[in-house]
Structures are given as C-alpha cells and as structure tokens.
C-alpha cells in the first residue's frame, strides 16, 4: 500500500470533522495535511488503547526515533514517508513531532491534572502544535498568525474535554482540573455517583467561559493578510465554537451522559458562514 492512501484510510476510518476543510485545499497541501493527521492518529492511538504502561512508552520511543529517521531522510513508517515531501516543502520543525509525541506521553503518565497550568501544557502539545504545523502548510506571511494557531489548538482541545468529559470519566481520566473540581465543591468520587446538578452547572460553564476566552483571542490575533490561506483551520475553529455553544445551550446537569454532536448539514452551514466572513 503507496504511504499516501495508508495516510487517507487512517482519515477515513476516523470520521473525523478534520477532514470536512480539506476540500478547499490543493492536492499538495491536502496530502500533507492527510499525513500530518494520520501522524496524529497514530500516536493518539497509542496513548489511548495502551493497556500496560511500559508498552506504550516503548511505542512511542519508537515514534521518536522514527521522527529522527524522518528528518534523516530514512523514514520506515508509511507515515513518515508520506510526511518526508511536506516536511522539506513547507519547513516543518522537527521539535513540533517530538512536542507531539511527548503529549501523548503526558496521557500515559497522567489521568488527572492539578490544575490549569498543567493541563495548559498538555493542550499546547497534543493541539497547539499541530495547528502550528498546519499553519505552516497553509501559507503565512505574519508571524502572529502561529498565535492564533497556538490559542486556536488550545481552544479545540478545550472544547473536546469539555464534549467528552462523561466519556473520559467512565474512561478513569479527568482532565478538568482539580483545582477546579475543588473551587466548585465537587469530589471527584462524585462523578461515581451523584454530583450536585446545580454545582457541575457551574463547573462546566467555568470551563465553556475559559474555551471561549481561548476563541476570542485567536481570531482576534489572526493577521488580516493571512485570512485567505488559514481558511481551513478557521473553518474548524467556527465550527468546535459552534459545538460549544450547543453544549452550552444544552443541558449541561446531564452533560456526563451526553455527547454533544453536530449534524452534517450544520457543519457546512458553518463553512459556508466562515467562508463569507472572509470575503465580505
């Protein structure tokens, strides 16, 4: 199998919202992306099915040292090759894999976090780097437009705990801070049981005040000349907002059994939206 469609079957059995702005990219930023996402998938998915401890962490030493044959030219992975053009052609940093990686490894060492500036750096590594990274393969010519990206990925990252947060529970992770939990009177034992509607209210629209925070100042950072090349990623920006409005507008008492979702048709609603905003 040619590296490229082990890349796009990895996108494809993900069923992704990563994907729905890829059709307005050109087949050379599209490939790379692909590849970029597929790279995620696969250290993602390490970290998440990984029973034993040691065994994750060998895999990925192994990702690291294959991020090394990358960047010598001597990929072995299907990913790797297909990441070996898009590294040299849009100048991706070789320490934006390894941050990557190292994130992943924050979710076998960790399934609680003290407080936000732990979880803070776990959003920049598992998120932010990657919005980075696609920054680059877009096209920028304002070096503020990697802030964006960077506030960008931690506002996704954000919202996707805040969706899964009853998922990751059953799951025994919590990646809502502690500090938090306790400023809202909530003990993490309660989540076992009966947890206070009125208190994870709160708590929760704690934590959807901070995402939207997080959204704010992206897209208020990203530089009007490159509007037109970060397209894609603002399409998926608009879109988790969206999500968060919804899980906000929600019944947020019963947000631990319930998983928030967008339909299809609202997704491309939103597309059309973003697209509109850049060109009016």
């Keep these: 199998m040619r590296p490229d469609q082990y890349c796009k079957n990895k996108l494809k059995e993900s069923k992704t919202n990563f994907a729905l702005p890829f059709i307005f990219l050109n087949p050379q930023k599209k490939k790379a992306l692909i590849a970029l996402y597929a790279f995620c998938r696969e250290v993602d998915d390490i970290a998440d099915n990984c029973i034993e401890y040691e065994v994750g962490l060998a895999k990925l030493d192994w990702w690291h040292s294959e991020i090394n044959n990358l960047y010598q030219d001597n990929p072995q992975h299907p990913v790797t090759k297909a990441l ?43 998120a932010s780097v990657v919005g980075i990274l696609a920054a680059h393969i877009f096209g920028f010519e304002n070096k503020k437009t990697l802030d964006y990206a960077h506030n960008l990925g931690i506002a996704l990252q954000l919202t996707n705990i805040i969706r899964d947060v009853g998922e990751d529970i059953r799951r025994n992770r919590i990646y809502i801070p502690l500090n938090d939990l306790k400023q809202f009177k909530i003990d993490e034992n309660d989540f ?40 894609p990623g603002m399409m998926m920006g608009y879109i988790y907002y969206d999500l968060l409005l919804s899980i906000e507008e929600g019944n947020l008492a019963n947000i631990l059994n319930e998983r928030t979702q967008l339909t299809p048709i609202r997704k491309f609603y939103i597309i059309l939206k973003t697209i509109l905003k850049i060109i009016t």
């Design 84 to 126: 070996l053009e898009p590294v040299r052609k849009y100048n991706l940093n070789q320490n934006y894999f390894i941050e990557i990686i190292d994130g992943m490894k924050m979710d076998l060492d960790f399934n609680r976090y003290e407080d936000f500036k732990q979880l803070q750096l776990y959003t920049y590594r598992a």
């Design 192 to 231: 076992k049981g009966h947890v206070d509607p009125k208190k994870l209210i709160n708590l929760m629209e704690y934590q959807i005040k901070r995402a939207k925070s997080f959204y704010s100042k992206a897209f208020s950072l990203l530089p009007k000349e490159d509007k037109n090349r970060q397209l």
